[in-house]
Each structure stands twice: as structure tokens, then as C-alpha cells.
């Protein structure tokens, strides 16, 4: 039994509303970060469906390669972010990231 289209579109879209609920409501930053990469998840899990269904070539993959490592590279850089915004102000309340202001 091969799994059609529609599967893999609600599962990807499941996934990016979970990821933007995530954003919108998280106030923690390491919260935030995992819910970007639910997003990029989502955008993966298309461009591999669409790839498989409509394209003969292995464009999608190859997107999806590049998502990959931009995610990874998001993740590392976001990280090293948070964790000097924590040295200086000893929390990761979204709320309290006030440095660039006055």
C-alpha cells in the first residue's frame, strides 16, 4: 500500500501550525529555536513528498539538503546566542532581552 500525497501535505502541515503555535506563544528561547526547526521540518517534509510525487529529478532532495543545513546552521548560531544573552543577564525569558534598548 503506498501512502498518497494528502498524507504526507497534513502531517507537514501539522507539524508547521505546531511550530508556529510554538513561536507565537513561547516565551523561552530555547523554545523558540526548537519551534523554527519544526517549521523547517514541515518545509522538509514537503519538498520530499512533492519531490517523490511530482518530480523525476531529485531536486526536492537536494532543497531539502540545503534546509537541512541551514537548519543546522540556525541552530548552532541561535544557540551560541542564547547562551551569551544567559552569561550576561543569567535568563532566557524572551521578554527580558532588552540590550539594544537605552
Known amino acids: ?19 508556529i503555535y510554538g513561536l507565537i506563544n513561547s516565551r523561552n528561547a530555547v523554545r523558540v529555536l526548537m519551534s523554527i526547526e519544526l517549521l523547517l521540518n514541515a518545509v522538509n517534509l514537503n519538498l520530499m513528498a512533492f519531490s517523490n510525487y511530482l518530480d523525476a529529478d531529485a531536486k526536492g532532495q537536494v532543497f531539502s539538503v540545503f534546509v537541512i543545513t541551514i537548519a543546522a546552521a540556525e541552530a548552532a548560531v541561535g544557540l551560541a546566542i542564547v547562551l551569551a544573552i544567559y552569561r550576561n543577564r543569567d535568563t532566557i525569558d524572551m521578554e527580558q532581552f532588552n540590550l539594544l534598548k537605552w
Not at 6 to 16: D, K, N, P, R, T
Open 1 to 19: 500500500m503506498e501512502l498518497q500525497l494528502e498524507y504526507f501535505l497534513l502531517l507537514a502541515a501539522a507539524l508547521f501550525c505546531i511550530g
